[in-house]
Nanobody, 120 residues
Framework: EAQLVESGGGLVQAGGSLRLSCAAS????????IGWFRQAPGKEREGVSC????????YYADSVKGRFTISSDNAKNTVTLQMNSLKPEDTAVYYC?????????????WGQGTQVTVSS
């Protein structure tokens, strides 16, 4: 059974840092792009950052460029999102997502979410 388990959320003051981790199991990690989405109260879910096994293939939303860094440990099937210089507007539930990058397949999985709260 495919599973994504997030950890690392919490409460931090503006300007602080948090590190989110997403541990994947039950599917072939190399065949998926792993990304982070977030959803603030009253807002739509938005993509934050994404990485896959193809060299240099990373994505960052404009709002987090230069502050967030995504990395992947394929040996541990884990993706980490290092979040620095956090702002109150980064407050949201952060969800890990896995989407197949294999041509002709459409599969995706979601984690349960982890709360990030940035106080001003």
């Amino acid at each position: 059974e495919a599973q994504l388990v997030e950890s690392g959320g919490g409460l931090v003051q503006a300007g602080g840092s948090l590190r989110l981790s997403c541990a994947a199991s039950g599917f072939s990690f190399d065949d998926y792009a792993i990304g982070w989405f977030r959803q603030a109260p009253g807002k739509e879910r938005e993509g934050v950052s994404c990485i896959d096994s193809r060299p240099g293939n990373t994505y960052y939303a404009d709002s987090v460029k230069g502050r967030f860094t995504i990395s992947s440990d394929n040996a541990k099937n884990t993706v980490t999102l290092q979040m620095n210089s956090l702002k109150p507007e980064d407050t949201a539930v952060y969800y890990c997502n896995a989407e197949s990058i294999v041509e002709g397949t459409t599969k995706w999985y979601w984690g349960q979410g982890t709360q990030v709260t940035v106080s001003s």
